[in-house]
C-alpha cells in the first residue's frame, strides 16, 4: 500500500525550464557566451549543478552559478509555473492518507516551492542541501533513503516520481517503485527500459494508481 509519495520537482510538478533558461542566458550574456536553447536546458534540466553548467555553458565555474543565482530568485518568481493539475492532485492525495513529499537536486527546493505556493502541500521537502545537511546528487539513493527512515516508511509502501533516467535509477537504488511521468525528455517506452514501475503522462493518474495499490 502506497503510504509516501515522493516527487521530484522541476518538470514533475513544476515547469521551470523557462526560468532555469532565463537564468543560464543571463551569463551567457554576462560572459559573451552563446544563448542557451531551451531544447538545450531540457536535455540537462535533471543533472546536478555542475554537470548542466557545463552541459549549456560548456564549463563549470562556481562564479557563474553565483551570477546566476543573483537572477534566479526573480526569474523563478516570474516564470516557473505549477502544472494545472499538480494542485488538485497533491490535495487529492493528502485527502486518501498519503504522505507526500519532494526530493529534488536542487540544493534547497524549498526556497522555490515557496514562491510558487507549493510548499503547503508537502511534509517534507528535501535537497542536496537541507533539511538533513549536505547529501550525494541523485541518482545517489542517500537523499531518498534519508527521507524515508526520518518518515519511518518502508520502501515497500513509498513511490517516488519523476520526469528522468536520474529518478527511476535514485528509485531502484532505494528500492522504491519508481514513476515516470513525461513532461521531460524520457517516454513510457524509455521509463520501461530503465525498469520504472509505471509511468503517466499527467499528475492526475496518479489518483487512479493510488486507489487501485490501496484496493490490492
Same mark, same amino acid.
Given at each position: 500500500m502506497i503510504k509516501l509519495m515522493v516527487f521530484d520537482h522541476d518538470m514533475t510538478i513544476v515547469d521551470s525550464s523557462y526560468a532555469i533558461m532565463a537564468g543560464f542566458n543571463y551569463v551567457a550574456e554576462h560572459e559573451g557566451l552563446p544563448l542557451v536553447s531551451h531544447e538545450l536546458t531540457? *536535455?540537462?534540466?535533471?543533472?546536478?549543478?555542475?554537470?548542466?553548467?557545463?552541459?549549456?555553458?560548456? @564549463?563549470?565555474?562556481?562564479?557563474?552559478? *553565483?551570477?546566476?543565482?543573483s537572477q534566479s530568485e526573480r526569474l523563478?518568481?516570474?516564470?516557473? *509555473?505549477?502544472f494545472d493539475d499538480t494542485v488538485p492532485t497533491m490535495k487529492a492525495l493528502r485527502s486518501m492518507g498519503i504522505k507526500l513529499a519532494v526530493l529534488s537536486n536542487r540544493e534547497r527546493p524549498s526556497k522555490a516551492m515557496?514562491?510558487?505556493?507549493? @510548499?503547503?502541500?508537502?511534509?517534507?521537502?528535501?535537497?542536496?542541501?537541507?533539511?538533513?545537511?549536505?547529501?550525494?546528487? *541523485?541518482?545517489?539513493?542517500?537523499?531518498?533513503?534519508?527521507?524515508?527512515?526520518?518518515?519511518?516508511?518502508?520502501?515497500?509502501?513509498?513511490?517516488?516520481?519523476?520526469?528522468?533516467?536520474?529518478d527511476i535509477i535514485t528509485a531502484i537504488g532505494a528500492h522504491v517503485r519508481g514513476i515516470g511521468i513525461t513532461k521531460g525528455n524520457f517516454t513510457r517506452k524509455d521509463?520501461?527500459?530503465?525498469?520504472?514501475?509505471?509511468?503517466?503522462?499527467?499528475?492526475?493518474?496518479?489518483?487512479?494508481?493510488?486507489?487501485?495499490?490501496?484496493?490490492?
Open positions: 531540457m *536535455k540537462y534540466i535533471a543533472s546536478p549543478i555542475p554537470t548542466f553548467c557545463e552541459g549549456l555553458l560548456g @564549463d563549470y565555474r562556481p562564479e557563474w552559478i *553565483k551570477l546566476y543565482r523563478e518568481r516570474e516564470l516557473i *509555473k505549477p515557496q514562491r510558487t505556493g507549493l @510548499d503547503i502541500y508537502f511534509d517534507v521537502i528535501v535537497g542536496a542541501e537541507e533539511p538533513y545537511g549536505h547529501l550525494p546528487y *541523485k541518482p545517489d539513493p542517500t537523499m531518498l533513503n534519508t527521507l524515508m527512515e526520518h518518515m519511518n516508511v518502508q520502501p515497500s509502501d513509498t513511490v517516488y516520481v519523476g520526469d528522468s533516467d536520474l521509463f520501461a527500459l530503465l525498469g520504472a514501475w509505471k509511468s503517466i503522462d499527467n499528475l492526475s493518474e496518479l489518483i487512479g494508481i493510488a486507489e487501485k495499490d490501496a484496493n490490492i
